[in-house]
């Protein structure tokens, strides 16, 4: 693990030298570092217990789970979970002194999205509603499920022909 400033460091030299790959670039780190939580931070017995619970039981004990452990996640920030799809990070230590027209967070979306994805359901999806570095008072987290893709072409249906 680095220091917080080290991370917030390494996140803008990454967006000034490369603005178009840098969402791509934090996003993979965010998706390796929830991969790097479930090889060694969550024991293999409760990630099974999550999987087989309903989604909404597992969201609020993972997201309980994830506002004990905030530090990792947000640093000296302050991390609130609002409800058990839903987080925002007030004093956010990653992007302090940031502005930009868009959000910058994409680390901390492919966390969650990666965690909630193995442990609460599938094609589960995290959007930043709100990033103070775009002025926002807070960067706001809410999960969404996306839809399952179609696992072969007899899953897709035609929409219905219009009439000429």
């Not at 220091?3 to 917030?8: F, H, K, R």
């Not at 939580?37 to 990630?47: A, Y």
């Not at 002025?135 to 179609?150: E, H, K, N, V």
Request: net charge positive; charged share 15%; glycine share 6%.
């Amino acid at each position: 693990m680095i220091s917080e400033g080290q991370a917030a460091r390494l996140r803008a030299e990454v967006r000034r030298l490369e603005p178009y790959l840098a969402p791509f670039i934090t996003r993979q780190a965010g998706a390796a570092t929830a991969r790097y939580i479930l090889e060694h931070r969550i024991p293999r017995p409760i990630q099974m217990y999550l999987k087989v619970l309903p989604a909404g039981v597992s969201a609020k004990l993972l997201s309980q789970a994830i506002q004990k452990h905030a530090w990792t996640f947000a640093g000296s920030g302050q991390f609130h979970v609002i409800d058990r799809f839903s987080f925002e990070i007030m004093d956010n230590p990653l992007i302090a002194g940031e502005h930009s027209a868009h959000a910058l967070c994409h680390w901390h979306r492919a966390v969650f999205a990666h965690l909630y994805s193995e442990l609460v359901g599938p094609n589960m999806a995290c959007e930043e509603v709100s990033c103070a570095a775009q002025g926002g008072r807070s960067c706001f987290f809410q999960m969404q499920q996306l839809p399952q893709p179609a696992q072969n072409m007899t899953q897709i249906k035609a929409a219905p022909a219009k009439p000429l």
